[in-house]
T-cell receptor, first 111, second 115 residues
Framework: DAGVTQSPTHLIKTRGQQVTLRCSPK?????VSWYQQALGQGPQFIFQ???????QRGNFPDRFSGHQFPNYSSELNVNALLLGDSALYLC??????????FGEGSRLTVL | AQSVAQPEDQVNVAEGNPLTVKCTYS??????LFWYVQYPNRGLQFLLK????DNLVKGSYGFEAEFNKSQTSFHLKKPSALVSDSALYFC?????????????WGAGTKLIIKP
């Protein structure tokens, strides 16, 4: 049984560019949450998708957007990248309000 | 306001000794409590949770946690530490009465186990 898978694992972008990160949830899970984790910090909640809709959103600007597909997979898009967007982006899946299962993350570096 | 506190940035323990990583919380209702572990450059792994029932919860890798309602604490424990337990540990809480449903995360505690 595959767990949560994320791609790409690492990527480098320059300021102003756009990035798309992808996540496939654990089998049987219908909810995907995205987190940003800066170096040495705890995870910060970006948003959560359930039934293809954004259900909850953290304190992140509109440059951060997402999507959930009918197969429950999800994408995180970040536009107009800033240096401060450099972080580990974590995807977590769950059965609605069950415990979260995390992927290994996508390490984004913005130069 | 809901919050989670991990009062120690770092905990140092000798291999074979018992370890405790502390977590206290503040929520309006009866909390759902979680512990996660993160190894370097990896995602977070679920260790254990408390929803209801016995105050002592057993989880993965020999870890356990004790829910103490009067002290609003949920400390993570292990009877005998291993060097491989060295990692970053996060406590998280959810208030089931909060329609937000989101986990509130502690800042994390770095656990270092010395041989």
């Amino acid at each position: 049984d595959a767990g949560v898978t994320q791609s790409p694992t690492h990527l480098i972008k320059t300021r102003g560019q756009q990035v798309t990160l992808r996540c496939s949830p654990k089998s049987g899970h219908d909810t995907v949450s995205w987190y940003q984790q800066a170096l040495g910090q705890g995870p910060q909640f970006i948003f959560q998708y359930y039934e293809e809709e954004e259900r909850q959103r953290g304190n992140f600007p509109d440059r951060f957007s997402g999507h959930q597909f009918p197969n429950y997979s999800s994408e995180l898009n970040v536009n107009a990248l800033l240096l401060g967007d450099s972080a580990l982006y974590l995807c977590a899946s769950s059965k609605w309000v069950g415990e979260l299962f995390f992927g290994e993350g996508s390490r984004l570096t913005v130069l | 306001a809901q919050s989670v506190a991990q009062p120690e940035d770092q905990v140092n323990v000798a291999e074979g000794n018992p370890l405790t990583v502390k977590c206290t919380y503040s929520v309006s209702g009866n909390p759902y409590l979680f512990w996660y572990v993160q190894y370097p450059n990896r995602g977070l792994q679920f260790l254990l949770k408390y929803i209801t029932g016995d105050n002592l919860v057993k989880g993965s890798y020999g870890f356990e946690a004790e829910f103490n309602k009067s002290q609003t604490s949920f400390h993570l424990k292990k009877p005998s530490a291993l060097v491989s337990d060295s990692a970053l540990y996060f406590c998280a809480v959810r208030d089931p009465l909060d329609s937000n449903y989101q986990l509130i995360w502690g800042a994390g505690t770095k656990l270092i186990i010395k041989p």
